[in-house]
Every structure is written in C-alpha cells, then in structure tokens.
C-alpha cells in the first residue's frame, strides 16, 4: 500500500496544476548543480527531484530553482537520492516548462541519501537532516516515514555525490567563502555574424519581417546589424527582394495574390538578415504572439546552406525530440537587457551611416511604404479587415456617444421631475410614453386584407413610463411570495395539476417549497407635463423581473421575519410611507365596521383587502399625512391572458395586462 503524504503537502502534479500559488512539497534529488552567482546579487541552487505520485513532464522531475542573498541560505545537497522538503514554494511556467521558483518566505529542509534507513523508523527515532535558518516546522513521524519510503522507492544504484571541484568566491558580507561550479558546456549564444554551416546556436535580434504559409510554420527575417558573408546579399534601390524575402511561393516565383507587387524590402540592407523556419508549437506561437519589430530571443536555432544557392544559409527551429511541450521563442519586451541595448546601439549606428548615405534612397523607400500601405488598406483582404475594424470602432464611438446623450438628457430629466434617483431601468435609448398614450393603445388598431377595421386585444409589446405607486395588492407584504410547484412539474398543464387550498396550504407548510415573488402595483402618471393627466395603471410584478427589481430571492415571508424586514425596506425606496397609509387607513376602516357590528361586509374573504379602502387620485387621504412616494422611470411590457366565457358555448375572450420588467431598486 502507497505510504500516504504528509499533513499539508500535495504532490509534484498537483503542484504544477496549481501555478503561482504557495505549495509545500516533497521529493527525492535524481539530478542538481553546485551553487553558482546568478545575474542578480544572489546565490542560486538548481536541482530536479521526483516522487512516488507522479511521472513528471519530462522524465520524471520538476525542475527547483533556489535563490538566496548567501550560500548558507541555499539547500544542503550533497548527492542525487537526497530528499528534499520544501515549504512555500511558488511553480512558474516559461516556454511550456514548469519550474518550481523560491522567494522570500520559501525554507528548506534536506535528509542526505546516506543517513536515511531501508527500514520504516520507529516513531520516536530521528533522521540526520540539514534545515534552512528559516524553518520553523519540526518533522512528525508521518513526514519521516515519508522520506524514508520515497527514497527507497529509488534505484539506489544511481545515487552518487557531487564531483564538482570547489573554488574561492566573496561573499555580500566580504568572507571568503567556497562556491561550487559546475561544468562549463559550449557556448551556445553567438551574434549572427559568428553562425557558420550546421551550427547550433541561441540567437536576439530584431524581427523585420514575417511570412505565414499554410500549415504550422512561419518564417522569421531576424537581425541583430551584424553582417555574414554566407547570408543573403539585399542590395540598396533593389525593388526586387531575391528568393529568399518573398510574399509568396518558397521560391519566390508566385507572389501573395497572383498578380500582387512585392513589398520593397524594410532593411538593413546587405548581408545583415538571416531567415529562419519555426515549426510546429515555435510556429504557433510566433504566429499569436511575434509582430514585425519585436526584439526576440530563439533557442537552439540550426543554421546550414540553402538549397537555392543564392540565398546562403537559412535557420530552422524544429521542436525539441526530448522537451515537445517547450517553445523557444521568447519576446523580450524588457529593452533594458544588455544584448537588446547591444542591438539597438548598433541599429541607431548602422541607419545614421545609412542616412549619410543614401539619404535620398531611404526617403523614396518610406514614401513606397506609405503607399504601400495605402493600396493594402484598399485591395488586399488585410486591408478589408482593417477598414472593417476602423468602421466597427467608429460605429461603436458613435452609439457611446448616444448613450452617453441619453444618460445625460435622463440625469436632466430626473432632475427636473425630482425623480427617485434610487429606481433605474434599462433602455435609456427608447422615448417613454405616458399611460394615457399606453392605456389608448393607438397601435392596436389594425385592417385585415378584406379591409375591415378591427382592434387586437394586445400587442406583445414594451413601453418605458413615467410612474408614481399609489396602492399594491396583496395588502400584506407577507404574500408578497407564494409557494409554487417544483420545476419539474412545469411542463403539466394548470388542469393536469391539483390548485386546491389543501395543496396550498400543504406548500407553505411544507420547508423544503419553493417561493416565487408575485405582487401587484397601482401605479399613475408621474410626469405632470404628460397628456391626460393622472391616469392609473395595474402592474403585475412576479417570477425574474421581481427578483431583480428587489435584488431578492424569494422566500417563506411569514416565517422568514428577517427577509420581511428586508424587503420592507426595499419597498420603502420605491413607495415611501405608503404600506404606512395603507395600513393606518385598513385599521380605521376596519374599526368602524367592528362599531357598526359588519366586520364581515368590510373585508373580502377571498383576498383579505379591505373592500371600502380606495386610493384616491391625488394621493392617499384616510389619514392627515401625505404620502411620501416619488415617481420613478420603468419599462413595462404588455401581454394578454385568456379568460373563458360565462358558459361553455360563449367563446373565451383576451384580456390585456401589463408587468414591470428590467426596473431595478438600487
């Protein structure tokens, strides 16, 4: 049976899944370098290591990078088959490798191959380990068991200790201290005047130019204002640009189009540019990522004679058979690196002589470029993109121009009717209407072919208005909400399904219902400048639309006491005092009717509303005090709802109704 992790450490794979997130870990040396100065002030370690968990991206480890100001900070590692524990480790990814990186709160702990037992330890017995300043965490009996099954999990054949000789470094603190080295391997960088036939080498230069053909390649035109005498000879007032910078065929004998002109080479001229063939993921990316100007820096590009002999020697980037997931292609954005400074102060060199001279050359050359861009923008399908980009862009200005009009022209208009600044809606853009244009309903009027007038009984149809609330039904907030069937059942008919009060009383009983919002409004004109003065309309409120308007969900209002309060106040910002009215004005009603001994005459039983309370036009007027409700914008949209006949021979009739949608309380 796999021994199990540690508390608190995950293993390699999940570290690389969780990238950029403090991990703690464990695994056991299979490869490492001594120590060296980085490019920085630090130290730095680099080793790889494995685990029982997982067979890692390429070959089994994770690669560990470990930087720290002096040597006695970095991991003690003596040999390959030491385990090594890492707490607060950060994984990065660069060039499709992940790479575990330390920083500041990382710390270390390192059990030597040679001092750890074939043999499970008792849980009392300690193992000899070297630890960071810095840890804090003392090991448990189930991170010792760990160490000791993960290393014997090893071929331990292959362990070995370090062979690399020492030498004499200062360190920041001036002591003398001894830094390992490791063994120098063939530099790969090398300036573009120095590559030669089958060389393999790390170039940075500055892109001048790109081709995609079809397929995962691209070729790259890459200089670093060196020269060669092996490269490809670009002549000055040459209009043609040879076989090797084309925009067409591989040799150069069909241009892009067909009959399209070549573009006139961008410089430097002479034998300073070198092209290079990206395949595969190298290809991919450049594709997305590389554009003309970028300075870039390719790994392991090969360079060897062409088959077309006047075009000297080419590069490739081919994927790596050993790492097929890493792409060498980085774009360094950062200018401050030496060898980009090196470019550029030898680029700035190379076009100052080259404005000496041939001036005249180089002023004709921007002009042909300028109309070389000019006739792209016109006839090539790039330049029917980019007309189409500008005109998407110039259309979009346009309609955030109008939007922000309307916006303005509503502050404005809110301002001047005061407004509840507190209730919004969508739709700015549409002219709202007034209720007396709404409840008139000019736009239902129609003529069939025949031409014979009728009237349709409603339009599926939306209005924004200006409205005031002014009464609401149910009277209590309590049934605001209103228990509803599960979804499942949505799809039966209303006569499949059983709506007798037993069933729902059963759901409101019942904790595990679901509650939908449905509730009505009496709302009137708002605007006081509208025609046909204080006109009144029945708004339904219920389902999604009353959820965001309220910025609630629904709930078991009568006992949820807590949602009650809540939506009361909601409902306070867009009616003010009016559940106060309502409530004071049902209390006196139904004080007189307790007097008179007619209680029952005053109350509807079917919906519990006091049947003598009715608003008047000008506010509510049961009690001295003025009702404190603001008008506000909302969109309101129209539907019809089937009625049936008084029997089952007269034919059912439509009757039109109105809910508030895309209004929201802030």
């Known amino acids: 049976m796999a021994i199990q992790l540690p508390h608190g450490f995950i293993s390699l794979e999940e570290a690389v899944r969780r990238p950029n997130e403090e991990v703690s870990i464990i695994g056991v040396v299979v490869d490492h370098l001594p120590p060296t100065k980085s490019k920085g002030p630090d130290y730095m370690c680099a080793f790889s290591i494995a685990d029982m968990l997982w067979s890692g991206q390429y070959y089994g480890d994770l690669k560990v990078k470990y930087f720290k100001p002096t040597l006695s900070e970095l991991p003690s590692i003596s040999g390959t088959g030491d385990v090594v524990i890492l707490r607060n480790i950060r994984v990065k990814e660069w060039c499709g490798l992940h790479n575990a990186l330390s920083y500041v709160r990382t710390s270390w702990k390192v059990y030597p191959a040679a001092t750890i037992p074939e043999k499970m330890p008792a849980p009392s017995d300690q193992i000899k380990c070297f630890t960071a300043p810095t840890m804090k965490e003392v090991a448990g009996p189930a991170e010792r068991a760990y160490v000791v099954a993960l290393c014997n999990s090893q071929d331990q054949s292959t362990f070995k200790l370090t062979e690399y000789p020492p030498k004499v470094d200062v360190a920041k603190d001036g002591t003398v201290v001894q830094v390992a080295t490791a063994p120098t391997s063939r530099e790969k960088f090398r300036l573009l005047k120095d590559v030669n036939d089958y060389d393999f080498s790390n170039l940075i230069g500055q892109v001048v130019r790109t081709y995609h053909p079809a397929g995962d390649r691209l070729e790259l035109y890459l200089t670093d204002y060196t020269s060669n005498d092996f490269f490809y000879n670009y002549e000055w007032g040459s209009t043609e640009t040879g076989a090797v910078s084309r925009d067409g065929d591989r040799y150069g004998y069909v241009p892009v189009g067909g009959k399209k002109k070549r573009k006139d080479w961008p410089g430097p001229f002479g034998k300073m540019t070198l092209r290079i063939?990206?395949?595969?993921?190298?290809?991919?990316?450049?594709?997305?990522?590389?554009?003309?100007?970028?300075?870039?820096?390719?790994?392991?590009?090969?360079?060897?004679?062409?088959?077309?002999?006047?075009?000297?020697?080419?590069?490739?980037?081919?994927?790596?058979?050993?790492?097929?997931?890493?792409?060498?292609?980085?774009?360094?954005?950062?200018?401050?690196?030496?060898?980009?400074?090196?470019?550029?102060r030898r680029k700035q060199e190379y076009w100052k002589k080259a404005k000496q001279q041939?001036?005249?050359?180089?002023?004709?050359?921007?002009?042909?470029?300028?109309?070389?861009?000019?006739?792209?923008?016109?006839?090539?399908?790039?330049?029917?993109?980019?007309?189409?980009?500008?005109?998407?862009?110039?259309?979009?200005?346009?309609?955030?121009?109008?939007?922000?009009?309307?916006?303005?022209?509503?502050?404005?208009?809110k301002t001047k009717l005061d407004l509840n600044k507190h209730v919004q809606c969508e739709h700015a853009g549409f002219q709202p209407l007034s209720l007396a244009e709404i409840l008139q309903g000019n736009n239902h009027e129609a003529k069939t072919p025949g031409g014979v007038d009728y009237v349709l009984p409603f339009l599926n149809i939306k209005y924004r208005a200006t409205v005031r609330v002014v009464d609401f039904f149910p009277r209590r907030l309590e049934d605001f909400a209103v228990p509803r069937r599960a979804p499942e059942y949505d799809v039966l008919s209303d006569r499949d399904s059983s709506g007798s009060e037993a069933d729902i009383a059963m759901h409101v009983k019942d904790p595990q219902s679901m509650w939908e919002w449905r509730f009505c409004l009496l709302v009137e004109e708002g605007d006081p400048t509208a025609p046909g003065g204080k006109d009144r309309l029945k708004v339904m409120v219920a389902g999604n639309d009353a959820v965001r308007l309220l910025k609630m969900d629904a709930k078991n209002l009568r006992r949820d006491k807590r949602a009650l309060e809540e939506l009361r106040e909601r409902l306070f910002i867009l009616w003010g005092n009016l559940e106060e009215l309502k409530c004071s004005a049902t209390s006196t009603v139904l004080g007189e009717s307790n007097n008179s001994g007619n209680r029952q005459a005053a109350v509807n039983p079917s919906d519990g509303a006091p049947t003598s309370y009715q608003p008047q036009k000008s506010g509510l007027t049961a009690t001295k005090t003025q009702a404190t409700s603001k008008a506000f914008r909302c969109c309101l949209k129209e539907y019809g709802v089937p009625t049936k006949g008084k029997d089952r021979n007269e034919p059912g009739t439509w009757q039109r109704r109105y809910r508030m949608f895309d209004t929201w309380i802030d």
């Open 277 to 344: 063939e990206l395949l595969d993921v190298h290809a991919r990316f450049a594709k997305e990522s590389v554009k003309v100007g970028d300075f870039v820096h390719l790994r392991n590009v090969r360079t060897k004679f062409s088959k077309v002999g006047a075009a000297g020697l080419e590069g490739s980037l081919y994927p790596d058979d050993k790492y097929r997931g890493r792409i060498d292609v980085t774009i360094l954005d950062d200018h401050d690196d030496e060898q980009v400074k090196a470019v550029l």
């Open 358 to 413: 041939h001036g005249d050359f180089l002023d004709t050359l921007k002009e042909g470029k300028k109309r070389a861009v000019s006739d792209d923008d016109d006839n090539n399908e790039a330049g029917v993109k980019k007309k189409k980009t500008r005109s998407k862009k110039a259309r979009k200005a346009r309609q955030e121009e109008a939007k922000e009009k309307e916006r303005l022209q509503e502050i404005q208009f």
